[in-house]
């Protein structure tokens, strides 16, 4: 029987996940990552990051990173440049991309229902034009 030394076992395990270059792409290239449904993604490699409450992150990935743990020092400093990230980078972009949104020409169905009840509303609100009387007008004009 092979002699098996359960230190050196023990030693692979607590073996952990080197994230400085991920902080330091959240910090220089933040236009890589993407936030959605409680998943911070990194677009270029397809990683994707979970951060519960204490700030503990859980990556999910198609490689051997998602077999590795993150060490608790370096967890907590991810954790910062996310919010971070979140707070400076993301927000803004969401913000921006629904206030675009609000703006972009809408489908022909909708078109179409506007163009009905702009013009119901033009046909409900006839009223006789407002007259008003020309020294009115003209005491306007020479105030200035």
């Known amino acids: 029987m092979p002699y098996t030394n359960v230190s050196s076992l023990s030693a692979r395990r607590s073996h952990s996940l080197n994230i400085a270059p991920m902080i330091s792409a959240l910090q220089f290239q933040p236009a890589d990552f993407e936030y959605e449904r409680g998943w911070l993604r990194h677009v270029p490699s397809r ?12 990556i999910d990935a198609r490689c051997g990173c998602a077999t590795e743990r993150v060490g ?18 993301w927000q803004p972009v969401e913000i921006d991309r629904e ?6 020409t809408p489908n ?17 609100g006839r009223a006789d034009p407002v007259s008003a009387p020309l020294e009115a007008m003209t005491t306007m004009i020479g105030a200035e």
């Open 47 to 58: 990683h994707r990051f979970q951060f519960d409450r204490s700030g503990r992150v859980t």
């Open 72 to 89: 608790c020092e370096q967890g907590e400093e991810l954790y910062v440049a996310f919010k971070a990230w979140r707070q400076f980078y």
């Open 108 to 124: 022909a169905w909708v078109r179409l229902f506007r163009d009905i009840r702009m013009a119901w509303r033009r046909f409900r």
């Open 99 to 104: 206030f675009a949104s609000h703006f972009r």
